[in-house]
């Protein structure tokens, strides 16, 4: 939005709070000079808001009485995009335990939009499909998120009621670094000051949350992300993999998601430090990135790829037999 228009919406968010102001209340309150508060007017009135001057000494400017905007105003394009949002936001699970706020919050918008551009976003929710499934999402609660939200930008300590995956409750006492959105759940990550360390947490675990009284800065060079995915994968996956990758580190950022695993330079080309719950599916991996590469460990994954490589040798001799 430009400056001047911004400064227009200024003046009639004023207006309408109800009775006449003057000019010079108008020009300080927006930042401009008088003569450019009347060509706001000019403006508004151009617009179809009616926009009622009084002369003298102690004019000014204010709206017909009784006269009171649409509660939202948007263009088609900003429509199109608070409604796919809601939806896309409903689609990945971003939404809270309240199930109902996205589709409640669509029928808002749409019952103050314009029929006919009410009607044009019916036909593009009725008709568009999606490739990808609806994620299964864990949804946290409204206050607890941001309640963490507010703690984070604070820089404010809470403590927290929290249920382990075993079904253990515990007070935990945290400083929150970040928020984390990741595959369905929302994660908060930071000091646990039990554990004096940093350990992510589950939202949709978390009973409750308390401000705290203590304060804290964030490690300049912690990232939210980062920490959230490896501590996923410390838990999930049983085998630690290392493997130098014949490429670049621009090539392997590119092709491999951060949730794959940590990639480093490497003399010999890249190394990719990782987590596998199933060998073979790390060694498919591999093969199918294209690249020469060396396993460092485990040495079952070396096994599994000597195990690959004989199975497609036996796939091709199958059809060169066939011919």
Not at 161 to 183: K, N
């Amino acid at each position: 939005m430009t400056r001047p228009t911004a400064r227009v919406l200024a003046m009639l968010e004023l207006l309408q709070t109800g009775g006449q102001r003057t000019v010079g209340d108008l020009a300080a309150r927006v930042g401009v000079d008088e003569r450019t508060v009347r060509r706001y007017a000019e403006h508004l009135a151009d617009l179809g808001i009616p926009v009622q001057a009084q002369r003298g000494r102690y004019g000014g400017y204010r709206l017909a009485p009784g006269y009171k905007l649409p509660p939202l105003m948007l263009t088609d394009d900003e429509a199109v995009a608070v409604v796919l949002g809601l939806r896309a936001a409903e689609r990945a699970g971003l939404a809270t335990t309240d199930h109902a706020a996205a589709a409640s919050a669509l029928a808002k918008v749409s019952r103050v939009l314009p029929r006919a551009l009410g009607q044009r976003l019916e036909n593009l929710l009725s008709t568009a499909q999606f490739t990808t499934p609806p994620l299964p999402a864990a949804p946290a609660g409204a206050d607890t998120l941001l309640g963490l939200a507010s703690a984070a930008q604070a820089r404010r300590t809470v403590l927290i009621e929290y249920t382990a995956w075993d079904g253990r409750d515990s007070q935990r006492e945290v400083d929150v670094y970040g928020l984390v959105f990741h595959s369905g759940r929302w994660y908060a990550t930071g000091h646990d000051h039990a554990r004096h360390d940093v350990r992510t947490f589950r939202l949709d675990r978390i009973a409750s949350v308390t401000q705290g009284e203590g304060s804290y800065d964030v490690p300049a060079d912690f990232d939210a992300r980062t920490q959230v995915v490896s501590g996923i994968g410390a838990v999930r996956w049983s085998h630690e993999v290392s493997v130098v990758l014949r490429t670049t580190l621009a090539d392997a950022g590119a092709r491999l998601p951060r949730s794959v695993g940590r990639l480093s330079e490497h003399v010999d080309g890249v190394l990719l430090e990782a987590r596998a719950e199933n060998l073979d599916g790390m060694a498919r991996m591999l093969a199918g990135l294209g690249w020469d590469f060396e396993v460092i460990a485990p040495d079952a994954l070396r096994d599994e790829v000597l195990a690959l490589s004989d199975r497609l040798r036996v796939s091709a001799a199958r059809g060169a037999g066939a011919r």
